[in-house]
């Protein structure tokens, strides 16, 4: 009996001692594009590094990450930037039912992949981005005020003050 509680007080030990990084969450993504300095949950990410469910990206004041999701979606953040991809609902079939970023800070392009419009969501902290197969940027400052420029497609930004809808190119809410 002594040696079956050594066994498992040394296995609860190595459990416990364990430094690796636990990354529970799937594989959603991949890094396409790094310059300077970009960072996820387990530190730098270099070109193919995979991107997980619940991760947070962060670039430097001189970094830029470009993302490409496993339904085509691409996700480009510029310098000084912070996201997370906080739900992810594969599908399959190179669809998802459930894609939503909260971008806290920064400038971001994204790029639609080929899931239906309504699986797409983008939070920021001034209200929500709705994607309609669209191409669009956004920029946050530090205060958190938001601006969207629609490039393709159509989007929808609601907040507190209501809806307004962006159908045209170079169309703009701030």
Request: hydrophobic residues 45%.
């Amino acid at each position: 009996m002594p040696s079956f509680r050594w066994a498992v007080i040394v296995a609860l030990a190595a459990t416990l001692n364990n430094t690796t990084p636990m990354m529970a969450a799937e594989t959603v993504g991949q890094a396409v594009v790094i310059k300077t300095a970009v960072t996820g949950a387990t530190g730098p990410l270099v070109v193919s590094a995979p991107v997980h469910r619940d991760e947070r990206i962060k670039t430097s004041n001189t970094g830029l990450g470009q993302f490409v999701f496993l339904d085509g979606t691409k996700l480009a953040i510029g310098w000084g930037s912070s996201v997370v991809i906080d739900k992810y609902v594969f599908s399959g079939e190179n669809s998802v039912k459930n894609l939503t970023v909260r971008a806290a800070k920064g400038t971001f392009r994204w790029i639609s992949g080929s899931s239906p419009s309504s699986a797409y969501q983008i939070v920021t902290p001034a209200g929500t981005i709705g994607v309609r197969g669209t191409a669009f940027d956004v920029h946050i400052a530090p205060n958190g005020t938001t601006a969207v420029v629609l490039l393709k497609g159509a989007a929808r930004f609601c907040n507190g003050g209501g809806c307004r809808e962006l159908k045209r190119r170079c169309d703009c809410v701030v």
